[in-house]
């Protein structure tokens, strides 16, 4: 079972250093920030990253009662927590495409490429968004961002996801 845990937005690594030192004890399987790509790599180094959406933990565990307990022994958490020691469970939908867009051991979504058509449809062309356009309500071209719309334990959620788009030029010669 996934497990949504907010906790406040920019506190999301420090919630999650200080609940890992309690995760294995207690059960937990896997314990995550959902980050996204949002830029190309720069020579000699990683793609820069953010978190995918702000304040957002993802905890993978037999049953909530696992989850309860590393959120009781975590010193600290408390007040690092959006609303209060709880989770909420991820509809498998919301699972499924988080899991499509990410992988074990990297829960990091990718940067993706496209181009902008005719009447400005949207095409992506590569990338874990490839297929997925219905998702993308905005870009951002300049900043090569493109804002995604997915719920997470219920809510609605404003995700950031790495996009380069180019135009595609006409096929057709002037005479």
């Given at each position: 079972?996934?497990?949504a845990?907010?906790?406040?937005?920019?506190?999301?690594e420090q919630?999650?250093?200080?609940?890992?030192?309690?995760?294995?004890?207690?059960?937990?399987?896997e314990?995550?920030?959902p980050?996204?790509?949002?830029?190309?790599?720069r020579?000699?180094?990683?793609p820069?990253q953010?978190?995918?959406?702000?304040?957002?933990?993802?905890?993978?565990a037999p049953g909530?009662r696992e989850?309860?307990a590393?959120?009781?022994h975590?010193?600290?958490i408390?007040?690092l927590?959006?609303?209060?020691?709880?989770?909420?469970?991820?509809?498998p939908?919301?699972?499924?495409?988080?899991g499509?867009?990410?992988?074990?051991?990297?829960?990091?979504?990718?940067?993706?490429e496209?181009?902008?058509?005719?009447?400005?449809?949207?095409t992506?062309?590569?990338?874990?968004?490839?297929g997925?356009?219905?998702?993308?309500?905005?870009?951002?071209n300049?900043?090569?961002?493109?804002?995604?719309?997915?719920?997470?334990a219920g809510?609605e959620?404003?995700a950031?996801?790495g996009?380069?788009v180019?135009?595609?030029?006409s096929t057709?010669?002037r005479?």
């Amino acid at each position: 079972m996934w497990f949504a845990i907010n906790v406040k937005p920019g506190c999301e690594e420090q919630a999650l250093t200080l609940l890992q030192k309690r995760a294995l004890s207690d059960g937990l399987e896997e314990l995550f920030v959902p980050r996204a790509e949002v830029g190309l790599p720069r020579e000699g180094s990683d793609p820069p990253q953010e978190p995918l959406a702000p304040g957002l933990l993802v905890a993978v565990a037999p049953g909530r009662r696992e989850v309860r307990a590393a959120l009781r022994h975590a010193r600290g958490i408390d007040e690092l927590l959006q609303d209060g020691p709880s989770a909420a469970e991820m509809k498998p939908g919301e699972v499924a495409l988080l899991g499509e867009l990410t992988r074990p051991g990297h829960r990091t979504v990718g940067f993706s490429e496209g181009h902008v058509g005719t009447g400005g449809a949207i095409t992506v062309t590569s990338g874990p968004l490839c297929g997925r356009e219905n998702l993308i309500r905005r870009v951002r071209n300049r900043g090569k961002r493109a804002y995604v719309r997915m719920s997470v334990a219920g809510q609605e959620v404003e995700a950031q996801v790495g996009l380069r788009v180019t135009c595609q030029r006409s096929t057709t010669k002037r005479q």
